[in-house]
Protein backbone atom coordinates (compact mmCIF):
# COMPACT_ATOMS: atom_id res chain seq x y z
CA UNK A 1 0.00 0.00 0.00
CA UNK A 2 1.64 3.12 -1.11
CA UNK A 3 2.18 5.95 2.00
CA UNK A 4 -0.08 8.88 1.94
CA UNK A 5 1.00 12.30 3.15
CA UNK A 6 -1.22 15.47 4.15
CA UNK A 7 0.65 18.74 3.79
CA UNK A 8 -1.37 21.01 6.24
CA UNK A 9 -0.73 24.83 6.17
CA UNK A 10 -2.31 28.13 8.13
CA UNK A 11 -2.30 31.01 5.47
CA UNK A 12 -0.93 31.17 2.05
CA UNK A 13 2.12 28.78 1.85
CA UNK A 14 3.77 27.97 -1.94
CA UNK A 15 3.62 24.33 -1.26
CA UNK A 16 4.35 23.37 -4.98
CA UNK A 17 8.35 24.66 -4.31
CA UNK A 18 8.73 21.83 -1.91
CA UNK A 19 6.84 19.05 -4.03
CA UNK A 20 9.53 17.46 -5.95
CA UNK A 21 11.32 16.72 -2.70
CA UNK A 22 8.40 14.49 -2.14
CA UNK A 23 7.46 13.05 -5.25
CA UNK A 24 11.08 11.62 -5.08
CA UNK A 25 9.56 8.66 -2.94
CA UNK A 26 5.56 8.97 -3.22
CA UNK A 27 3.42 10.37 -6.55
CA UNK A 28 1.62 13.75 -6.11
CA UNK A 29 -1.89 12.11 -5.97
CA UNK A 30 -0.76 10.67 -2.71
CA UNK A 31 -0.64 14.07 -1.68
CA UNK A 32 -3.43 16.42 -0.24
CA UNK A 33 -2.29 19.98 0.86
CA UNK A 34 -5.05 21.56 3.15
CA UNK A 35 -4.92 25.13 4.19
CA UNK A 36 -6.62 26.57 6.62
CA UNK A 37 -7.20 30.36 6.00
CA UNK A 38 -5.80 30.45 2.32
CA UNK A 39 -9.01 30.33 0.65
CA UNK A 40 -10.51 32.12 3.04
CA UNK A 41 -11.50 35.70 2.33
CA UNK A 42 -10.02 38.55 4.51
CA UNK A 43 -13.46 39.15 5.88
CA UNK A 44 -14.57 35.44 6.42
CA UNK A 45 -10.58 35.28 8.25
CA UNK A 46 -11.28 38.07 10.72
CA UNK A 47 -15.23 36.61 11.76
CA UNK A 48 -13.96 33.22 12.76
CA UNK A 49 -10.32 34.10 13.95
CA UNK A 50 -10.23 38.06 15.14
CA UNK A 51 -8.18 38.16 18.31
CA UNK A 52 -10.03 38.31 21.66
CA UNK A 53 -9.87 39.02 24.66
CA UNK A 54 -6.57 37.82 26.39
CA UNK A 55 -5.52 36.07 23.21
CA UNK A 56 -2.06 36.33 21.23
CA UNK A 57 -1.74 37.46 17.80
CA UNK A 58 -0.19 35.28 15.18
CA UNK A 59 0.59 36.92 11.62
CA UNK A 60 -0.31 34.95 8.61
CA UNK A 61 -0.28 35.22 4.98
CA UNK A 62 -3.94 35.81 3.54
CA UNK A 63 -4.94 34.91 -0.25
CA UNK A 64 -4.80 38.82 -0.51
CA UNK A 65 -1.44 38.65 -0.50
CA UNK A 66 -1.45 40.87 2.86
CA UNK A 67 -0.69 39.62 6.06
CA UNK A 68 -3.41 39.12 8.99
CA UNK A 69 -2.79 39.43 12.53
CA UNK A 70 -5.61 36.46 14.10
CA UNK A 71 -5.87 34.73 17.49
CA UNK A 72 -3.08 32.18 17.94
CA UNK A 73 -5.24 30.13 20.36
CA UNK A 74 -8.30 29.72 17.64
CA UNK A 75 -5.77 28.82 15.20
CA UNK A 76 -4.06 25.92 17.25
CA UNK A 77 -7.52 24.75 18.24
CA UNK A 78 -8.67 24.88 14.29
CA UNK A 79 -5.72 22.77 13.11
CA UNK A 80 -6.00 20.18 16.20
CA UNK A 81 -9.08 19.91 14.76
CA UNK A 82 -8.19 19.40 11.06
CA UNK A 83 -5.71 17.14 12.03
CA UNK A 84 -8.32 14.74 13.96
CA UNK A 85 -10.00 14.46 10.58
CA UNK A 86 -6.71 13.86 9.02
CA UNK A 87 -6.11 11.23 11.27
CA UNK A 88 -9.34 9.31 10.62
CA UNK A 89 -9.47 9.36 7.50
CA UNK A 90 -5.46 6.99 7.42
CA UNK A 91 -2.99 9.63 6.12
CA UNK A 92 -0.05 7.80 6.84
CA UNK A 93 2.07 11.06 7.69
CA UNK A 94 0.66 14.87 8.39
CA UNK A 95 3.33 17.37 7.80
CA UNK A 96 2.04 20.70 9.62
CA UNK A 97 3.94 23.34 7.13
CA UNK A 98 4.62 26.25 9.37
CA UNK A 99 6.93 28.11 11.16
CA UNK A 100 4.58 29.55 13.68
CA UNK A 101 5.07 28.76 17.53
CA UNK A 102 2.29 26.28 17.14
CA UNK A 103 2.50 23.65 19.80
CA UNK A 104 0.54 20.89 21.15
CA UNK A 105 -0.95 19.49 18.49
CA UNK A 106 -1.62 15.21 18.44
CA UNK A 107 -2.45 12.70 16.16
CA UNK A 108 -3.53 9.59 17.31
CA UNK A 109 -2.30 7.01 14.39
CA UNK A 110 -0.37 9.26 11.63
CA UNK A 111 2.93 10.63 12.19
CA UNK A 112 2.53 14.22 12.85
CA UNK A 113 5.76 16.65 11.74
CA UNK A 114 6.06 19.67 13.54
CA UNK A 115 8.79 22.00 12.22
CA UNK A 116 8.40 24.10 15.63
CA UNK A 117 9.19 20.98 17.68
CA UNK A 118 11.81 19.28 14.71
CA UNK A 119 13.76 22.14 13.47
CA UNK A 120 15.52 23.97 16.43
CA UNK A 121 17.19 20.64 17.61
CA UNK A 122 18.21 18.96 14.46
CA UNK A 123 19.27 22.57 13.44
CA UNK A 124 21.63 22.65 16.78
CA UNK A 125 22.68 19.07 15.87
CA UNK A 126 24.05 20.63 12.48
CA UNK A 127 25.91 23.69 13.22
CA UNK A 128 27.48 22.62 16.62
CA UNK A 129 28.29 25.45 17.92
CA UNK A 130 28.76 27.65 14.88
CA UNK A 131 27.39 31.43 15.02
CA UNK A 132 24.10 30.81 12.90
CA UNK A 133 22.70 34.10 11.46
CA UNK A 134 18.86 33.95 11.44
CA UNK A 135 16.59 36.25 8.14
CA UNK A 136 13.49 36.55 9.44
CA UNK A 137 10.41 37.76 7.05
CA UNK A 138 8.71 40.53 9.36
CA UNK A 139 9.81 42.38 12.72
CA UNK A 140 6.85 40.56 14.49
CA UNK A 141 8.32 37.28 14.65
CA UNK A 142 11.20 38.41 16.16
CA UNK A 143 10.49 38.22 19.80
CA UNK A 144 9.29 34.04 18.91
CA UNK A 145 12.10 33.31 16.74
CA UNK A 146 14.31 34.72 19.99
CA UNK A 147 12.87 32.08 22.52
CA UNK A 148 12.18 29.81 19.11
CA UNK A 149 16.28 29.66 18.59
CA UNK A 150 17.20 29.01 22.52
CA UNK A 151 18.17 25.34 21.89
CA UNK A 152 21.47 27.04 19.86
CA UNK A 153 24.34 26.47 21.85
CA UNK A 154 25.43 30.19 20.59
CA UNK A 155 22.65 33.04 20.71
CA UNK A 156 21.56 33.89 17.01
CA UNK A 157 22.08 36.88 15.33
CA UNK A 158 18.88 38.01 13.14
CA UNK A 159 18.41 40.31 10.10
CA UNK A 160 14.79 41.35 8.32
CA UNK A 161 14.28 40.05 4.82
CA UNK A 162 10.92 39.14 3.43
CA UNK A 163 10.61 36.73 0.27
CA UNK A 164 7.38 37.91 -1.19
CA UNK A 165 8.16 41.72 -1.14
CA UNK A 166 11.47 42.14 -0.78
CA UNK A 167 13.89 42.37 -3.46
CA UNK A 168 17.07 39.76 -3.63
CA UNK A 169 19.47 42.41 -3.19
CA UNK A 170 17.89 42.99 0.07
CA UNK A 171 17.52 39.69 0.86
CA UNK A 172 21.62 39.50 0.55
CA UNK A 173 22.77 42.70 2.14
CA UNK A 174 20.38 40.67 5.19
CA UNK A 175 22.64 38.18 4.73
CA UNK A 176 26.25 39.82 4.58
CA UNK A 177 24.66 42.23 7.75
CA UNK A 178 24.83 38.80 9.76
CA UNK A 179 28.33 37.99 8.17
CA UNK A 180 29.95 41.29 9.42
CA UNK A 181 28.62 40.59 12.81
CA UNK A 182 29.98 36.98 12.85
CA UNK A 183 27.45 34.71 11.57
CA UNK A 184 29.22 31.67 9.72
CA UNK A 185 26.01 29.83 8.75
CA UNK A 186 22.86 31.34 7.54
CA UNK A 187 19.10 30.04 8.30
CA UNK A 188 16.19 31.17 5.82
CA UNK A 189 13.16 30.43 8.38
CA UNK A 190 10.03 31.58 6.89
CA UNK A 191 8.12 28.83 4.30
CA UNK A 192 8.23 32.09 1.72
CA UNK A 193 12.04 31.02 1.38
CA UNK A 194 12.64 28.68 -1.24
CA UNK A 195 15.55 26.61 -2.78
CA UNK A 196 17.02 29.77 -5.41
CA UNK A 197 17.04 32.18 -2.03
CA UNK A 198 19.44 30.13 -0.73
CA UNK A 199 21.52 29.64 -3.91
CA UNK A 200 21.26 33.24 -4.37
CA UNK A 201 23.05 33.65 -1.41
CA UNK A 202 25.18 30.66 -1.26
CA UNK A 203 26.53 32.06 -4.45
CA UNK A 204 26.83 35.77 -3.38
CA UNK A 205 27.85 35.24 -0.12
CA UNK A 206 30.05 31.94 -0.02
CA UNK A 207 28.06 30.87 3.05
CA UNK A 208 26.52 27.40 4.33
CA UNK A 209 22.74 27.91 4.13
CA UNK A 210 19.97 26.37 5.89
CA UNK A 211 16.14 26.42 4.88
CA UNK A 212 13.94 25.37 7.16
CA UNK A 213 10.78 23.69 4.69
CA UNK A 214 13.56 21.84 2.89
CA UNK A 215 14.90 19.99 6.35
CA UNK A 216 11.23 19.39 7.28
CA UNK A 217 10.36 18.53 4.15
CA UNK A 218 13.05 15.79 3.70
CA UNK A 219 12.58 14.16 6.78
CA UNK A 220 9.16 13.95 5.56
CA UNK A 221 10.17 12.41 2.65
CA UNK A 222 12.28 9.69 4.67
CA UNK A 223 8.99 8.53 6.43
CA UNK A 224 7.38 8.15 2.72
CA UNK A 225 10.23 5.88 1.25
Not at 51 to 79: F, M, Y
Not at 135 to 151: D, F, G, M, S, T
Request: proline share 5%; charged share 20%; glycine share 6%.
Amino acid sequence: MKATLAILTIGVVPVSEVLPLLTEHVSEQQITHLSLLGKMSREEVMDDYAIGINEDSLPTLLSDGKLAHVSHQKIERALQGVIEVLDNQGYDVILLMSTAPISGLTARNSILLEPMRIIPPLVASIVDGHQVGVIVPIEELLENQIHKWKVLQKSPLFALANPIWDTEAKLISAGRELLEQGADVLMLDCLGFHQHHRDLLQKALDVPVLLSNVLVTRLASELLA
